[in-house]
Nanobody, 125 residues
């Protein structure tokens, strides 16, 4: 089993940037793909970005492509989400999840697990 702890959220104005971190412990971090998801009140958890175990392959939701960058440092057991040009619609609780495969599975949240507690991102206009 893997334990995940997200951090780095906060409040910013539109156009600003934030960098989220997700530190893993437990299961060998470098063996599996990772993903970032977000959830707003009253909405389902939605896919944001995913990265393969080596970091070679990445995939983004259309709404964040070109603004967000996912990366990982396997030596530090950490996956990052650099968020630039933030918009009010990016406001949500952001979660990281671990896949059970080394490659990016589907973008459904059902393909990821071991969710952390989440970190709040609030973007004001």
């Amino acid at each position: 089993q893997v334990q995940l702890v997200e951090s780095g959220g906060g409040s910013v104005q539109a156009g600003g940037s934030l960098r989220l971190s997700c530190e893993a412990s437990g299961r060998t971090f470098s063996s599996y793909a990772m993903g970032w998801f977000r959830q707003s009140p009253g909405k389902e958890r939605e896919f944001v970005a995913a990265i393969s175990k080596t970091g070679v392959s990445t995939y983004y939701a259309g709404s964040v492509k070109g603004r967000f960058t996912i990366s990982r440092d396997n030596a530090k057991n950490t996956v990052y989400l650099q968020m630039n040009s933030l918009k009010p619609e990016d406001t949500a609780v952001y979660y990281c999840g671990a896949a059970s495969t080394p490659h990016i599975p589907t973008i459904s949240s059902n393909a990821f697990g071991s969710w952390g507690q989440g970190t709040q991102v609030t973007v004001s206009s």
